[in-house]
């Protein structure tokens, strides 16, 4: 296998995660990324591993839910109104998949997934020591009223009956001897001691340096135009910098994947989801814990180095316009649960797209139309904690292994049904 030369379009956390297992089975590896390495939406991104995560987007009620957050002003969530067929058609298709039947085959799919990474994780961070703030404090779902944190007793039922996956209860007093970073007062909080969290900007920074030491090489402002092919077999890729040639092709392009539809010959449903977080410096009464604060779909997370909130879901194409609103709305939600919820300089204003497919499940498969192309993409709001897995499994089925999970959840087929 040492003399396959694979090439990974798309430096993000799944491009490399993909590179880190290649290596390690004996491939060349060439990562060519259109931009700087690792500075979209794996960038700033929260940096949950998180198990507790199991229930997809797609859920019953989502859309009502969505709706009616969305006439606040202050939502979350918004979906800019547009006449793009193919966006209609992906929200056409995500809503129909917003009933229990279809929640709870996905949810399966991401359990499996979920638990994998998470151990996989465990594995390459403490094994190679890779310095990236890794931390396994568990998570907290915070409510701030009591009526939402006894409802959402039903879903951890579910959850652990179906899945194995629960949290414990922490009523309003309780809460602020967990995390004293909270305000009094609060409805309640669910600790999930399954999940982790990291600083995914160094998790990059160090995978890149252990891959350059294994040989592998990273091209910057490089895109990839073309496939360059002869029948079904690829040979090479076309880019603005000229043609690289290769074994081996995987295409981890996040949410811009769809502009290579025409290449792979795939109609990829991903809409870009933008999402915002701040990052700044620890406050003096710092979060023990990660969090999220579910009725404003906010998230904290505390970082040996520094602090980070949030959250937000913008359909809005791909506008990257940075929208101050929601910068905003990140702080005040952050003022309502915590006693010191940010603090000056903001260091850093971003914002990513997240690779939404119309069923919460990423798309790990062989390229039908090929048969030296894979896909590694639309791992949603999950890429972070799906990476190790994707890497690993998108590793075994180029090397035509049986893979670490299932596969077939995640295939292409599902696109064409
Ligand atoms: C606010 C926010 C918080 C989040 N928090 C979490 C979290 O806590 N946990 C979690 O698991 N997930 C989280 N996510 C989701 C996670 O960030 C994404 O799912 C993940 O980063 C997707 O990784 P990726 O490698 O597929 O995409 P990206 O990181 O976007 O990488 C794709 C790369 O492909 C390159 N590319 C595209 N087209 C071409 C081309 N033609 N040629 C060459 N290069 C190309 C791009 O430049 C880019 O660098 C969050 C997202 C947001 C927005």
Request: hydrophobic share 40%; aromatic share 10%; with cysteine.
């Amino acid at each position: 296998m040492s003399s396959q030369h694979t090439v990974i379009v798309g430096g993000g956390i799944i491009g490399t995660l993909c590179g880190w297992y290649l290596t390690e089975a004996g491939h060349r590896v060439t990562i060519v990324d259109r931009g700087a390495f690792g500075a979209a939406c794996s960038k700033s991104n929260c940096g949950y591993v998180s198990p507790s995560h199991v229930l997809p987007l797609t859920a019953p009620g989502v859309i009502w839910k969505s709706l009616k957050s969305m006439t606040s002003g202050d939502s979350p969530f918004y979906v800019k109104p547009t006449l793009n067929l193919q966006r209609l058609g992906w929200f056409f298709k995500f809503a129909r998949r917003c009933n229990e039947r279809d929640m709870l085959e996905a949810a399966g799919v991401l359990h499996e997934l979920l638990q994998t990474s998470k151990q996989l994780y465990e594995d390459l961070i403490e094994g190679e020591g890779l310095e990236c703030e890794w931390r396994k404090d568990g998570l907290l779902f915070v409510y701030k009223s009591v009526h939402e944190f006894e409802e959402y007793a039903k879903v951890n039922q579910m959850t652990s009956e179906r899945f194995g996956v629960s949290a414990k209860p922490l009523d309003a007093a309780e809460l602020v001897k967990f995390e004293p970073a909270l305000r009094e007062g609060l409805g309640g909080a669910w600790f999930f001691d399954c999940d982790a969290h990291l600083r995914p900007d160094r998790l990059l920074a160090a995978l890149r340096a252990k891959l350059e030491s294994r040989g592998a090489t990273f091209l910057e402002n490089t895109e990839v135009k073309e496939l360059i092919n002869e029948g079904s077999h690829v040979r090479g890729v076309r880019t603005t910098m000229g043609e690289i040639i290769g074994d081996r092709f995987v295409v981890a392009t996040g949410a811009w994947t769809p502009f290579l539809n025409q290449q792979l010959g795939l109609k990829i449903p991903i809409q870009p989801g933008k999402g915002y977080s701040l990052t700044m410096p620890r406050p003096q009464n710092c979060p023990r814990l990660p969090m999220i604060f579910e009725e404003h779909r906010v998230a904290i997370t505390p970082m040996d180095s520094g602090y980070r909130i949030g959250s937000t879901m913008e359909f809005v194409g791909y506008d990257d316009s940075i929208n101050e609103r929601r910068l905003n709305l990140l702080k005040r939600s952050a003022e309502i649960y915590l006693r010191e919820p940010y603090t000056e300089p903001i260091e850093e204003r971003w914002f990513g797209w997240r690779p939404m497919t119309w069923d919460s499940k990423p798309l790990i498969d062989r390229v039908p139309k090929f048969s030296n192309v894979w896909l590694a993409a639309g791992h949603n709001m999950l890429g972070l904690s799906l990476g190790a897995v994707t890497g690993k499994m998108i590793t075994q089925l180029i090397n035509q292994e049986t893979p670490i999970v299932d596969p077939r959840g995640v295939g292409l087929a599902r696109l064409s049904r």
